[in-house]
C-alpha cells in the first residue's frame, strides 16, 4: 500500500502545481470582475470542512479565471493547487481510487484551494461527472475552470455553484488596456480607450497583442510601440483565432474609388451611422432600454454582378476602422442534421469576441425562399436559415449580405434585415468614369482610344470595365507601344462573347 501511494504521490507531482511555482500573483492587476472576485472570496470564507463542494468558473479562453482564482487566494493567503483534469483522469485510470484518497492527503496538508483546469478540447460528459464524483466522495472541494457547461456528478452529497465571467464591457476593456500596455513602451498616441471602443477582446488577448506589438516594435529597432503595431498585432491575433468558415477580406478601398448612385452613396452612409452613433442613440437616448435583442446592424445590398457590393462592404469596414471578413457558405453548411447550426453558432460566438464585420457574400443559395415542411430535410433547412437570423439579430457587430437576386430571397428573411441597400448597373456618366478609373495613371494609352464613345455605346458593369481595360492592355504589352483603340475593340468583343451579350450592329458606329 505504501509503494502504491509513493507511486501516486509521483506522479501527482508531474500533475499538480501551485500558483507560487508556476503562476505567480500579481497584485497591481485591473479588478475587472471585482465582484465575482468577491462571492469566490465568500464562499470560501464560509467553506467548511466534510461539505465538498463544486464551484464552476465559466468564462471564454483568455478572460482571466485563473487571474480570478490566484487574487482570491492572495486575500486569503491560501495556497492555490492546480490540475489539468485530462491528466488527472489518466492518472485515475492507471492507478484507481486510491489517486482520490492521496489528492485529499496533499490538498487538505496544504489547506489549499483546489482548482482542475479544462482542456479546449470537448470531453467526455462520463469522464468529468466520474472524476468530481471521485473528488466530491473524497470530501474535495474543488472549482472547474472552463468555457463550457460540465457534466456534474448524479450521485452523491456536495454543494454546487456557477461563477459566470461575462466577455468584459468597454469600461473594463479600458482598463484591460490601460493596465497592458502600461507594462510595455508605448508612445502617447496610443489610446487606450479609443482601442477599448474598437476591439472587444477579452484580458489574454490583449496581452497577447501587446507583447506581440512590442516585437514590430522591436524588428524595426524603436524605442516605441506605436499605435501602427498594436493595430497590426490585433489583425494577426484575429487572423490566427477566427473560424475556418470566414477568411480575412483586406478594406484597400476608398469612398472615390467606389462609382455608385447618389441615392446608394446616402444609403451607405446611414449604414456607416448605425454603428456610429449606436451608443449615443441606444445608450444615451435610451432607445435600447429593455431591449436585449436586435441591436445588430444587418444589410443586404442587392443589384446585378459586378456593381460593386463586395467593394462596398470593404469600404464600410474601413471607415468604421473594422476587420471584414468574408463568410463562406458552403464550408458552414453541412448535410448531417444540427451540424449547420453548429457551425453558425461558432461562427458568430467568435466574431463577437472580435467586433468584425461579416460579409456573406452571393448569399442566394443560403437565403432562398424557404419551402413549405415536406420532409426531415426542409424542416432543417428552414431551422438553419431562422438560426442565422437570429444570431444575425443578436450579434452586435455589422452583416452584410450580398444577392444578385433579391426577388428570390424569402419575404422573412427581408423583414429581419435592418437596411436593404440596391446597387444598379451605371449609367452613361457613371460608366465614363469607371472607364477612366480603369486606367492607371502609368499606363501609356494612345489618344485614338476614345473613353466617351465606350461608355455611351456599352452598357457594361463596373467589373466588367475593369475586367475589359486589363485585357486591352494584355493585348497591347507584347507589342511592346501603348494600349490603342484596336486592343480596347478587341478586349470589348471578348467581354460580350464570354458573358453572352448580343451585339448588334448598329452599335458598332464603325469602331468594331
Known amino acids: 500500500m505504501e509503494d502504491t501511494r509513493y507511486v501516486i504521490e509521483e506522479k501527482l507531482k508531474y500533475i499538480l502545481w501551485t500558483a507560487e511555482t508556476k503562476e505567480s500573483a500579481r497584485p497591481d492587476e485591473p479588478a475587472v470582475y471585482q465582484e465575482q472576485e468577491d462571492q469566490i472570496f465568500r464562499l470560501e470564507e464560509l467553506r467548511t470542512a466534510g461539505s465538498p463542494r463544486i464551484v464552476t468558473v465559466r468564462g471564454k479562453q483568455g478572460c482571466g479565471r485563473r487571474t480570478l482564482i490566484r487574487k482570491v487566494a492572495s486575500r486569503r493567503r491560501t495556497q492555490l493547487v492546480f490540475a489539468d483534469i485530462e491528466a488527472l483522469y489518466q492518472c485515475c485510470l492507471e492507478n484507481g481510487s486510491a489517486v482520490f484518497d492521496v489528492l485529499s492527503g496533499l490538498i487538505g496538508g496544504m489547506k489549499a484551494m483546489f482548482c482542475l483546469i479544462a482542456g479546449r478540447e470537448e470531453s467526455d460528459e462520463e469522464r468529468w461527472s466520474e472524476l468530481l464524483y471521485g473528488l466530491v466522495r473524497e470530501g474535495i472541494s474543488c472549482y472547474v475552470l472552463t468555457d463550457r457547461d460540465i457534466a456534474l456528478p448524479r450521485e452523491g452529497r456536495y454543494e454546487q455553484a456557477e461563477i459566470r465571467l461575462l466577455p468584459p464591457d468597454i469600461s473594463q476593456r479600458v482598463m484591460l488596456w490601460n493596465y497592458f500596455l502600461g507594462r510595455s513602451r508605448v508612445s502617447g498616441e496610443v489610446n487606450a480607450a479609443f482601442l477599448a471602443g474598437r476591439y472587444t477582446l477579452n484580458a489574454g488577448a490583449v496581452e497577447r497583442v501587446v507583447q506581440s506589438a512590442g516585437l514590430y516594435r522591436d524588428a524595426e529597432g524603436r524605442a516605441l510601440t506605436a499605435e501602427k503595431d498594436i493595430i497590426k498585432a490585433v489583425e494577426m491575433y484575429q ?26 452613396q446616402m444609403r451607405l452612409a446611414e449604414l456607416c451611422g448605425q454603428v456610429k452613433y449606436r451608443s449615443l442613440v441606444g445608450s444615451q ?14 444589410a443586404l445590398f442587392f443589384g446585378p454582378s459586378g456593381t460593386g457590393k463586395t467593394m462596398a462592404a470593404q469600404i464600410v469596414a474601413g471607415e468604421l476602422g473594422l476587420a471584414l471578413y468574408r463568410v463562406d457558405m458552403s464550408q458552414m453548411m453541412s448535410k448531417y442534421i444540427g451540424e449547420t447550426q453548429k457551425n453558425i453558432s461558432s461562427l458568430f460566438d467568435r466574431a463577437k469576441e472580435m467586433n468584425i464585420v461579416l460579409l456573406f457574400d452571393e448569399a442566394d443559395a443560403f437565403f432562398t425562399k424557404r419551402t413549405g415542411v415536406k420532409d426531415s430535410h426542409d424542416r432543417h433547412s428552414n431551422g438553419e436559415v431562422a438560426h442565422l437570423l437570429q444570431r444575425m439579430e443578436e450579434y452586435e457587430g455589422i452583416s452584410i449580405l450580398t444577392t444578385n437576386l433579391k426577388d428570390n430571397m424569402d419575404e422573412a428573411f427581408r423583414r429581419r434585415i435592418k437596411m436593404m441597400i440596391e446597387f444598379q448597373l451605371p449609367d452613361e456618366a457613371a460608366r465614363r468614369k469607371l472607364w477612366e478609373k480603369a486606367l492607371p495613371p502609368k499606363a501609356p494609352v494612345e489618344a485614338d482610344v476614345d473613353l466617351d464613345f465606350y461608355a455611351r455605346q456599352f452598357e457594361l458593369s463596373g467589373s466588367e470595365i475593369k475586367e475589359t481595360m486589363l485585357n486591352a492592355a494584355f493585348l497591347a504589352a507584347p507589342e511592346g507601344g501603348k494600349i490603342a483603340d484596336r486592343h480596347v475593340k478587341a478586349a470589348v468583343k471578348q467581354c460580350y462573347l464570354k458573358y453572352g451579350k448580343l451585339m448588334l450592329p448598329e452599335e458598332l458606329e464603325g469602331k468594331l
Not at 468558415?245 to 446608394?264: C, G, H, K, M, Q
Not at 437616448?285 to 444587418?298: H, L
Open 285 to 298: 437616448w435610451g432607445f435600447y432600454d429593455g431591449k436585449p435583442y436586435g441591436r445588430g446592424v444587418s
Open 239 to 264: 487572423n490566427d483565432n477566427f473560424s475556418e468558415f470566414a477568411v480575412r477580406v483586406p478594406s484597400a478601398f476608398t469612398w472615390e474609388d467606389l462609382i455608385v448612385s447618389e441615392e446608394t
